[in-house]
């Protein structure tokens, strides 16, 4: 029981450590359990059209 306290504490430890974007694609992806197609979200600002 000790060691399963110990990896979960290590394991939020490292999701904290991410940046912000990352943290919460993580958190979504496993605890709210949708795709990460349903996690991406295309930016306006980043796209280019192309002639």
Same mark, same amino acid.
């Given at each position: 029981? +000790?060691?399963?306290?110990? $990896?979960?504490?290590a394991l939020l430890e490292a999701?904290?450590? $991410?940046s912000d974007n990352n943290r919460? +694609?993580?958190?979504?992806?496993?605890?709210?359990?949708?795709?990460?197609?349903?996690?991406?979200?295309?930016?306006?600002?980043?796209?280019?059209?192309?002639?």
């Amino acid at each position: 029981m +000790a060691e399963q306290k110990e $990896l979960r504490t290590a394991l939020l430890e490292a999701i904290d450590s $991410l940046s912000d974007n990352n943290r919460q +694609a993580t958190l979504l992806f496993y605890d709210e359990q949708l795709s990460l197609q349903g996690i991406t979200v295309p930016k306006r600002e980043n796209c280019t059209l192309r002639n």
